[in-house]
């Protein structure tokens, strides 16, 4: 949605975005997908044939604690917000218009990032790796500094800063509806994000 200023009818709702992105050979023979869900943000590694699953390495950055995996495989990420469960990998292979699962498992290489451990596969096809990653987005078209976060009991949080430039979002009928020059904020997000 975008309010900009106090003409109602120059609003828009509902606008279209990209419901994914692709960054092509992150690693070579490996593509890394983004796509929008409503669960978060999903992120798919997209091996291409004879590619080496061991190439692919994610590193988390800011964790108060060391990075564990627990016991049904889910990264357990603790952050200064309180704990962060995200789910264990997915793999497949398409064979014949059907899928195939390929046993596939998270492998830490240190306290902050992983790779993957892949089972048994294919090699001449393609393999897709599909760990759901979760995730939020917040900012405008230009610098935005996050100042302090705060947790609900109820597993929302508040966020606050300032943002210098146009494009951060607001909420009709906000004190100020659009930046101009330096400008505070504070957003609340519920506990779904």
């Known amino acids: 949605n975008y309010f900009f200023g106090r003409d109602s009818t120059k609003w828009r709702s509902w606008v279209g975005h990209y419901q994914k992105v692709v960054a092509t050979e992150v690693w070579p023979g490996i593509d890394v997908e983004y796509r929008v869900q409503?669960?978060?943000?999903?992120?798919?590694?997209?091996?291409?044939?004879?590619?080496?699953?061991?190439?692919?390495?994610?590193?988390?950055?800011?964790?108060?604690?060391?990075?564990?995996?627990?016991?049904?495989?889910?990264?357990?990420?603790?952050?200064?917000?309180?704990?962060?469960?995200?789910?264990?990998?997915?793999?497949?292979q398409s064979e014949r218009r059907r899928q195939v699962d390929v046993p596939v498992r998270f492998r830490l290489l240190n306290e902050s990032s992983y790779s993957f451990t892949v089972g048994e596969?294919?090699?001449?096809?393609?393999?897709?790796?599909?760990?759901?990653?979760?995730?939020?987005?917040?900012?405008?078209?230009?610098?935005?500094?996050?100042?302090?976060?705060?947790?609900?009991p109820d597993g929302g949080f508040v966020v606050c800063g300032n943002v210098t430039g146009q494009g951060f979002p607001t909420t009709p009928g906000a004190y100020q509806e659009l930046a101009n020059g330096s400008v505070a904020f504070v957003t609340r997000f519920s506990s779904g994000g």
């Open 38 to 92: 409503p669960e978060g943000v999903e992120t798919v590694f997209r091996v291409k044939p004879g590619a080496d699953t061991g190439q692919i390495r994610v590193e988390y950055e800011g964790l108060d604690a060391p990075l564990v995996i627990d016991s049904r495989g889910n990264p357990v990420l603790q952050t200064a917000l309180g704990r962060v469960h995200e789910k264990a990998p997915y793999a497949f």
């Open 121 to 152: 596969h294919k090699t001449d096809r393609d393999l897709m790796i599909d760990p759901l990653l979760y995730g939020t987005f917040l900012g405008g078209a230009s610098i935005d500094r996050l100042r302090n976060i705060a947790q609900y």
